[in-house]
């Protein structure tokens, strides 16, 4: 993929990965970051139980890139949590 299409795939598994785990958002340069993060996570664990990882831009890549999100987003929430 190339590095636009992964922005494009981070920014909105991102916001739709914050909107689910805070219902505010963690604005837009995090939401980016986390999410291309979150699609790297979830392709790695989709992976590494055998199914298909991040294929390109289209809904399956979404999901997958979503479901990493939302975990990476609950790994930074609960690093952040027990910081203060």
């Known amino acids: 993929m190339s590095f636009i299409a992964w922005i494009v ?4 598994s991102g916001f739709i990965g914050s909107k689910l785990v805070n219902k505010s ?3 837009l340069l995090l939401d980016i970051v986390l999410g291309v993060v979150g699609a790297f996570v979830g392709g790695w664990l989709f992976n590494k139980f055998g199914m298909v ?3 390109g831009l289209n809904i399956y890549s979404m999901v997958v890139a ?3 999100a939302i975990l990476v987003l609950w ?3 609960a690093v952040v949590r027990s910081r203060n």
Do not use: A, K, Q, R
Request: net charge negative; proline share 0%; glycine share 32%.
């Open 25 to 27: 958002g963690e604005g």
């Open 66 to 68: 979503v479901i990493g």
């Open 75 to 77: 790994l930074y929430h």
């Open 9 to 12: 795939l981070g920014l909105i």
């Open 53 to 55: 990882g991040v294929t």
